[in-house]
Structure formats: C-alpha cells, structure tokens
C-alpha cells in the first residue's frame, strides 16, 4: 500500500465513522424507547418479567434491572444459585479481589500423566481419544511466537444465537462475565447428590412397538408416495389444513405419518417475520378444519406441536384419527432425492435394521428409534449384572450434566490467530465420529471425588481416576508459551456457550469430561495445570457397546450397498439410509441427554389469561399467542446424561489428537502447525494446512471434504464462513471428478 492509497483509506474509514454514529443515534432513540415501555408495562399490577423480556428482547434480568420492583424474594443459597454480583468482577479494587481470591475453593493438583503407566482399564478414554508418547510429543514454540493479544468488546447477545453457538473467537481476551456454573454442595447435602433415582431404571422392554404407516410428500412439486402408488397433489397454499386435505383425499386414514421431503411448507410465510420460529408457530397453529391439536395419545408423552424453527412436528387428531407432519431432514438431507427415493432409503433402513433388531419399528425421529433400539440391547439374561436394568442418575446429577456438559466444539478464529489471507482452506470431517466413543461408558451410582479425598489418593489411584469414566470440577491455568488451540471448555456468555481458552498462563474455573482432562494433561505439546475442585468417578462398563456395535454394522453395509448396487436409484436410497443410521446413533446419543421437558402451546389473542402460568411467550401474530413452558425433568427410565457427556467429552478430545492403531499415526488439531486451524464445527476441522492422514472409511477416521485455493480471506462472521465452505467442497468435487476422468482415458 502506497501513501496515496493509505490517505483513501484513512478517507474511507471517517466516512464508516459518521455513518456508524448516526445509526447508532437512531438505535439509542428506540432502546430508550423500548426501556420506557418496559417500565411502563412493569408498573401493571400482575407484570411478570418472564412475559416482558422475550417481548422486549431482553433477558429477564434486564428486565428487573430497568424495573427493580419486578425482582422476586432473594433465593436461598443451593447448587444452582450463583453468588452475588461483585463490583469490579471486570476491574474492581485491589481488596475486594484479594478476598475474592482468599474466598476461591482449594483444589487438589492432578498428576502429569504423561509420566504414568496407563491402567489396564482404561478403554473408556484410550478408544476415546489415544495421543501418542511423550517421546513424540512436540515441544512448545517459545512466546515470541505467540500471537499478540488485545482487549476486545464482548459479543452481543444475539451472537449466542447463531449456529456458533456462542463460541467464535476473535484472538482476543473476553472481557464480560460468564455465566456462573453450578457446583456440587459442600458435605453431607452434596454427598447425598452423587446417588439414583428410587425405583427408577432403565430396563428390556416386554412389548415391541406398533408401526405406523407413512406417507412421503415433495411439498415443491406435490408429488405424493404411499407403498407404490406414485401421485400429484393440489396443496394449495401450502397450509396444514390443505396439505391434510390432500393427502387423506388420496391415501387411506391410516396413514399416521406424513414426511416432506422438499419445500418446507412451514417456511411459507417467512418473510412476514422476524424469526422463522416465528413463522413455524403460524403454520402449526393456524386452523385445520375437522382436526384439532393432539392433545394425547394413551402413554404417548409426544402429544402436541413441537414449534422448531427448521424440523417442526405437527401432530392432529380426528375423532380417532391421529396424523403427523414432519421433516424427512431429521433423518437425513434428501440431497435433492424424489419421494420414491427417500422411500426406498426408509425401506432399505429397516430391512437393514431388522437382520439385527427383528422387532425394530421405525419411530418418528432418529433419536426416538436410537433410543427403542437401544432398549433392546439392554441384558435380560438372569445374574447378568445388569439385567434388573441401568440405574437413573440422581435429579440433582442429571441437572449438574444438563448445565456443565456441552456437546460438539463450535469454534471461528479470526486474525490475527489465523492469517488474514488464508493460503487455503481444507476442510477434514471424522467419518460418523461418535460410532468411535461408545465402547465404554460410565453406570451405577457414582462416587463423588473432592479436592481432599483426591489429594489423599496414591498417584496410581489419581490416575486411575483420570483413566476412568468421570465429570471434574477443575480450576485450569494454559502452560506458559502455549501457542496453539484451547483443550478445554469454559462457560462463555450466552445460555450454554462455551468457548476454549488458550491465552498462555490463563486461568479459569469449569466441568469437563474425563476425556479432555486427561488430554489435557498428556496432550503432545505441554500437560495443562488441573486442579481437582470435585468431581464424579463411575464404574467403567458397556452399556452403549452392543447398540453401537449393530449400528455401525448396520452402517457399514449400507455403505458397501451405495458403491455396488448396479441400480443407480437403489445407491441413492443406500447413501441415504446409511445417514439415516448416523442420524439414529448421533441423535440416540443426545436423547439420552436428558433435558427440562418444554411443553408448546398457543392461545387465542385476547384470552392471555389462559396462558399457563410460568409459560414464556414466544411467539405472536395477529390471531395467537405462542407459549412454552419449562415443567423441569419427567421421569424418565431412559435417562442417561452421564452417557452422552462421556460420549460428547471424548469425540471433542479427539477432534484435537488420536492415534490411528493401524497406521502408527497421530491425527487431529493439535498435530497440525500452530495458527493453522480456521475453525472447528463439531466433528469438522477447517485449516490452512492440506494433512496428509489416511483414511479407511471407518468410524473416526478424517475425511478430506473440500480444499479452497488460496489465497482467500479469512472468514470473520458465519456467513463468511459458510460461503468458504461451500466453495471448498465444490472445487474439491470438481478436483476429483476431473481427476477420475483423466484416470479412466
């Protein structure tokens, strides 16, 4: 850049500067708007902030802040109630900071396992997330090389929302506060946490479910599939109503299920609002002459609209009549697929399905058949250890894991962590990843470990722990001259976000799985500090093992039937129906953790006293409200929290570093150079670096997806990214098709 264009530049940037101030001139006016009438509205008699702050767009403690009287009766101390605001938590007085450090729990330093025999038990971590030797370990680069760190404004809130999750990283340090984790209570209250629930297991089931007949709609084209019958429909408008109409016109009443596999009929009217879960509510809850919601169905808890902004559930009921509309995209992505295809792919799922499972039914979602398929693996045989059932964890435990175990790493770097002109971007996708963490997992109840009793522990039994399925409150200080990516989660601002600090010699409190501890502390570079706080040490068994083991079976066959079927629609369904299986375990997994049960519904305008009390609004138009309510956890026999953490904890630890058995191999983001690595996304990595690591197509192994040529730059927003990432995968399809062509000349 020459003088001339530098004072252009300097030019260019006032003018940014006078725009930025008048917009955000306008956007002061309408918050002190919005301020006024949420003070206005907090003066009425039965104002309640849960209602006000999803309307003003503001959290419920914004609220109360704007009107003090809203505020509830002070909570009493318990797990989940964080401790009070302290003045300066960002810069406050040197005393005030002091005492807070005085105050700070005493942790209990865990070993440097790289210096430790491995235990002959501990499959659980080794088949989660293997790193090599220390004598292959790479040294860390010296300080110099770390990139230069800067203080930076926090993200707004509405970041939290995006598909990042909250968890794109600028290079520079977060400065607002972040959440408050809960913690286990001190002595005999929480001793008494780490049990199960009474009479509560998860147990063999002694019926086998009823099937229910489909029915497969391209809302596009209205091309409609029932068994062989292949016909065109009028939808109309794309309503529920005329979507029902249609359909029941042309198949019989026992059809029970309806999946669109194109056109999103439930998108129609997006553009009409703000948010497209608003626009979802609309759709669902818009009139269906002769049907009404289902209110209930015998045992089944499912009942009701599930209002999702791109995977909704529709659920009417006629008379005795009972249907249900829902998105084929739960199972997998039709990849454009016709509606006979995608019916085909759900008749090769379960005939694959039924060589292992021979009373398997399909159930409406992934995640529901995971979980029934998952039922019938549990042990019936008497004296087997587990045949009386899988003990539940305790409400209290499934509460702590439901707050403190995130699921997959969602994570951007921008510069200067990363170039600002990136040579290239290769995207790596670890091949139906989770299939590889499900060989050991924790069950019974579990034994609570404090900082005291793990500092009495012998090193052996320390690493032992360490070895073993468990969840640690841990207090974390990043090694000096640490120059690469976070290992473990910290709590971000933003409801569940997390994010991987990595600043050398920063320190931070948080939970995290067995699995990552213990990379942490034998990761190829340099063992992070880890101080015990608590933690939770189960026994080590297999009851995801045989469930997991079918499914890749199944997988892996229907892999083999979309390369050699000669029927080039019969490959399509295959392809298909082997994401389905993915979808069954990757969803099953999550089902099992199990969440505050949210209950949807929606309310004629004009009739808010019907609304449930406690029910937050989430939704408005012209005709209803739409409300969800947080009625806390069920009893639920099948749930099982402490196994997708274990599962989630160990496919994050080797997202950073495994060991190919095999081909004698370390693979992941930490054996890529240091700054290399463009982002994460769950089970992808997206790095400058083109590796060089084998793959056999088998569960964990690195799939090189895309490859964009540089330079190019990098990307500092979702949409950015996301452009990226669809170019990359283009010119590598287009690399390798050119490439198959030349061969076969």
Known sequence: MDSKAYSAGLADLRTLRDEIKVLRKELDAL???????????????????????????????????????????????????????????????????????????????????????????AEAVLESAEVPDVEQAATVAEPAAVAEVVPQESEPAAASASAWAGATVRAQVQVSVERELPSIPAGEAGDR????????????????????????????????????????????????????????????????????????PWHRDAARYPFLRDAVAAWLNADVPGWQVEASRGKDRLAGHLVHPRNPVGRWQRGDQHTEIRNVAEWFDPDGADPAIVRDAFVLLWKQLHHLWPDVVLMGSP?????????????????????????????????????????????????????????????????????????????????RVTAAS???????EQTNALFAPSHWHIRVTVPEGWNHVGILPAPAPGERAWHYPHTPGQSFTTWAG?????????????????????????????????????????????????????????????????RAVRSILLYGIGGFAQRPRITTGSTPIGQESQV?????????????????????FARDPYAHPEWSAGVWSAARAALLSSRMREDDVSVGALHLPPGAVVAFRTDAIYTTADATWPYHGQPGDY???????????APTTEEEFFALQAAGRLQFAQAQAEAGTQAGR
């Open 31 to 121: 918050e002190g708007d919005r301020d006024r009438a949420v003070r206005e509205l907090g003066s009425h008699a039965k104002a309640n902030p849960d209602r006000i702050a999803p309307a003003a767009g503001l959290t419920v403690g914004e609220v109360v802040a704007l009107v003090p009287a809203l505020r509830g009766p002070a909570p009493t101390s318990g797990p989940d109630t964080p401790p009070p605001a302290q003045e300066g938590v960002a810069g406050g007085s040197a005393p005030a900071q002091a005492a807070q450090a005085i105050a700070a729990p005493v942790g209990a330093l865990a070993p440097d396992l790289r210096e430790q025999p491995i235990p002959a038990t």
């Open 193 to 264: 946490w780490a049990a199960v629930t009474a009479n509560l297991t998860s147990k063999r089931p002694n019926f086998t479910q009823q099937p229910r007949a489909m029915a497969f709609l391209d809302a596009a084209s209205g091309v409609l599939v029932h068994r062989d019958q292949v016909v065109r429909v009028d939808l109309g408008g794309g309503s529920a109503a005329e979507i029902l109409a249609a359909v029941y016109a042309t198949v019989p009443e026992s059809v029970e299920r309806i999946y669109i596999t194109a056109g999103d």
């Open 367 to 447: 995640s529901q058949t995971g979980r029934d398929l998952w039922s019938r693996t549990i042990p019936s045989k008497a004296g087997s250890k587990w045949a009386d059932g899988f003990p539940v964890m305790s409400e209290e435990i499934r509460g702590l894991l439901h707050a403190t175990a995130g699921q997959g790493r969602t994570e951007l770097f921008q510069p200067p962590q990363v170039p600002a002109q990136l040579p290239q971007l290769v995207e790596f996708d670890r091949t139906f990843a989770y299939a590889k963490h499900v060989w050991a997992s924790g069950v019974g109840a579990p034994q």
């Open 454 to 460: 793990f500092a009495a522990w012998s090193t052996k």
């Open 514 to 578: 067995g699995a990552e501890v213990n990379l942490a502390l034998r990761n190829p570079i340099a063992p992070w500090r880890i101080e015990i706080l608590d933690g939770l040490l189960w026994e080590s068994g297999t009851p995801l093992r045989e469930w997991g083991t079918r499914l890749k079976d199944s997988w892996g066959a229907l892999q083999a039937m979309s390369q050699i079927h000669v029927d080039e629609r019969q490959r399509f369904a295959a392809r298909l129906a082997s």
């Open 612 to 632: 449930p009390a406690g029910a937050q609004i989430i939704g408005m138009d012209t005709e209803r409200i739409t409300w969800q309510r947080n009625t806390g």
């Open 703 to 713: 799939l090189k997806k895309g490859h964009l040529s540089g330079p190019v730059a």
